[in-house]
């Protein structure tokens, strides 16, 4: 028990594999961690240091969620590739958000009026109306944006692991 709460690997490597409740419990540190961070980052300020903090913080959330996700998906005897195949998703489904909220609308603008490149007040206002379309759009987006997610994890919780050793490790639940 006590390896399971405090192993290292849970976290770092995203060889092997790991049950249900461990990535349950994976889940649930990274989720304290983002929360942790998102706390933090409402009172530090915005400066050069923040921001190399800030990315190597991405790296480090894409790391832990490699692995954790990674294990799980071993233990049931699949690579990685659904993993990748649900990041090129939400990449695709922002830049369609992105788009529907008024982004096609912004480079429409900029693109067929290459005068507002030269001016500043204009360039400030096409920027403005942009951001108050994405403004209304948001709440619609953090919904969708959150369901992938949710649904992956939720199938990677119920789907049972393969029974036995495979390609990725020995089986982490001992048969009884």
């Not at 920027?127 to 919904?143: C, F, I, N, S, T």
């Not at 992956?152 to 089986?171: C, H, I, K, M, S």
């Amino acid at each position: 028990m006590r390896k399971l709460f405090l192993s290292p690997p849970l976290f770092l490597s995203p060889s092997g594999r790991i049950p249900r409740r461990s990535f349950i419990i994976g889940v649930a540190g990274l989720a304290i961690f983002i929360v942790l961070q998102l706390f933090v980052w409402r009172y530090v300020g915005m400066n050069l240091v923040s921001f190399f903090f800030a990315l190597a913080l991405f790296f480090l959330n894409f790391h832990i969620i490699m692995a954790v996700y990674g294990k799980r998906l071993h233990d049931l005897g699949r690579s990685f590739w659904p993993l990748i195949g649900l990041f090129s998703l939400i990449i695709i489904v922002w830049i369609i958000m992105a788009l529907n909220y008024g982004g096609v609308e912004y480079f429409d603008t900029v693109m067929a009026h290459p005068e507002y490149a030269g001016n500043e007040e204009e360039m400030k206002k096409v920027l403005e109306a942009y951001q108050d379309k994405l403004a209304v759009g948001m709440p619609k987006a953090r919904w969708v944006m959150a369901i992938l997610p949710t649904l992956f994890t939720l199938w990677l919780v119920l789907a049972p692991g393969q029974e036995g050793d495979n390609r990725y490790g020995d089986n982490p639940v001992p048969a009884k």
